[in-house]
């Protein structure tokens, strides 16, 4: 396999100057993406899908432990994408690169009911 070293070196060029976002991406960013390996931070960042998916209210929330409500990926993904785009229905395995195809989706679900902004790219 390759070094861990040489992923992420890749990985940062790959996402260099692109606007990047996670479902939960205060999680994400704020435990991983902003921290070697990885190191994104210098990338500029757009709205978090979880939060984006909150203000659709008839997406079931899961309450965490500090009391705060929100819609899992799999809940947003089953609200706004039932056609199943992903292909995960009755196999979701919860990895990173299903979970990543499944948030892109739901970004697109609600880019396309005008409830996110995709910003520009400034080159």
Known sequence: APREVDVSLAVRCLLRGQILTSYNKNF???R????P??????????????LAAS????????????????????????YLCPNDPA???????????KDAEMAGYVLLALYEMGMYDIPEVEE
């Open 55 to 78: 203000n659709v209210s008839d997406i079931p929330r899961a309450v965490h432990a500090d009391g705060t409500a929100f819609p899992s990926l799999k809940a947003s993904y089953d």
């Open 28 to 30: 994400d960013f704020g």
């Open 37 to 50: 390996p990885w190191s994104l931070g210098n990338n500029p960042e757009s709205e978090c899908i979880m």
């Open 87 to 97: 292909g995960i229905k009755g196999n979701q395995t919860h990895r990173a690169l």
């Open 32 to 35: 991983f993406l902003n921290f």
